[in-house]
């Protein structure tokens, strides 16, 4: 089956960077795209990031525009999400997600467009 396992999140001070990675294994999907959405204690899940295997388009939240870079490496069935300039309020469990849904040329942002989930990463930042 799919399995999505995150992982680089941890603890940092505010104006410092992290560096997620998830990998994907157990699928054979060729037009497929990745995301990571967030989710603080409290509110619900918030779109991140999102980027088409083909590579051909990303797409990020204004929050966190021109401080973020999601990118992906073929060989290695992983996509990562470069964090920089983190804020206090970038504090949440950073999940990565896989959507089935074939088109390069839409930008889908919703969770729901989602169709598989990793367990999630614990990202605090420190004021």
């Known amino acids: 089956q799919v399995q999505l396992v995150e992982s680089g999140g941890g603890l940092v001070q505010a104006g410092g960077s992290l560096r997620l990675s998830c990998q994907a294994s157990?699928?054979?999907?060729?037009?497929?795209?990745m995301g990571w959405f967030r989710q603080a204690p409290g509110k619900g899940r918030e779109f991140v990031a999102t980027?088409?295997?083909?590579?051909?388009?990303?797409y990020y939240a204004d929050s966190v525009k021109g401080r973020f870079t999601i990118s992906r490496d073929i060989a290695k069935n992983t996509v990562y999400l470069q964090m920089n300039s983190l804020k206090p309020e970038d504090t949440a469990v950073y999940y990565c997600?896989?959507?089935?849904?074939?088109?390069?040329?839409?930008?889908?942002?919703?969770?729901?467009?989602?169709?598989?989930w990793g367990q999630g990463t614990q990202v605090t930042v420190s004021s």
């Open positions: 997600a896989l959507t089935v849904r074939p088109n390069d040329s839409i930008r889908y942002y919703r969770a729901g467009e989602y169709d598989y």
């Open positions: 980027i088409r295997w083909s590579g051909t388009s990303t």
């Open positions: 157990g699928h054979t999907f060729t037009r497929y795209g």
